[in-house]
């Protein structure tokens, strides 16, 4: 199968102990899809932040390229973490 490209929007809560914790991501085909629900989590108040995310992967190969973060919503983790 041929590379493609994802849109991913991940959600953030606030765990336990206080810490950000991450919930599913959901996949989109395009980048405006993406960005469209992460404004709609956080004007929900459902969540404490989001990321937006464009990530290349071949997923039949198991080869997926670092993400680039294209928005980044409200209480999110440091890129990296």
């Known amino acids: 199968m041929a590379q493609e490209t994802l849109f991913i929007c ?3 809560i ?3 102990k206080g810490a ?3 919930q ?3 996949a989109y085909k395009t980048e405006a899809q ?3 629900r992460a404004g709609r989590m956080m004007d929900g108040g459902s969540v404490v932040g989001v990321d937006v995310v464009r990530q290349t992967a071949d997923p039949e190969m198991g080869d997926y390229e670092e993400p680039v973060f294209l928005q980044r919503l409200g209480s ?3 890129a990296g973490n």
């Open 76 to 78: 999110v983790p440091m």
């Open 14 to 16: 606030v765990g336990k």
């Open 34 to 36: 993406a960005a469209q």
């Open 20 to 22: 950000l914790k991450a």
């Open 10 to 12: 991940q959600p953030y």
């Open 24 to 26: 599913p991501p959901i």
